[in-house]
């Protein structure tokens, strides 16, 4: 059974800074890229940062100089370190474990997500 746990959102002020995690059981880590998404109320969820095995990263612009996502194989853990935070990052931010096969098997798995809100 696959699951992705999401840990380390909260409540920060303006400019300050919070570290996500997303522990991963069930799947062979190292073969998935992995991503952050986020959904803020009334928005379609956005990919905010991803990496492949092969730590090649990928970030929203709105997020470029301020947040860095990283994984440790080892621990088949997935980070986001985030910071300068600002309001508009108020959102719940998910984990995805994606995968495509040169056979055409996608799989595509979700965290339950973790609520990030940024305020004074």
């Known amino acids: 059974q696959v699951q992705l746990a999401e840990s380390g959102g909260g409540l920060v002020q303006p400019g300050g800074s919070l570290t996500l995690s997303c522990a991963a059981s069930?799947?062979?880590?190292?073969?998935?890229?992995m991503g952050w998404y986020r959904q803020a109320p009334g928005k379609q969820r956005e990919l905010v940062a991803a990496?492949?095995?092969?730590?090649?990263?990928n970030y929203a612009d709105s997020v470029k100089g301020r947040f860095t996502i990283s994984r440790d194989n080892g621990k088949n853990t997935l980070y986001l370190q985030m910071n300068i935070l600002k309001p508009e990052d108020t959102a719940v931010y998910y984990c995805?474990?994606?995968?495509?096969?040169?056979?055409?098997?996608?799989?595509?798995?979700w965290g339950q997500g973790t609520q990030v809100t940024v305020s004074s």
């Open positions: 990496i492949t095995s092969s730590v090649s990263t």
């Open positions: 069930g799947i062979i880590f190292e073969a998935y890229v």
């Open positions: 995805n474990a994606h995968r495509s096969t040169a056979w055409g098997t996608v799989n595509d798995y």
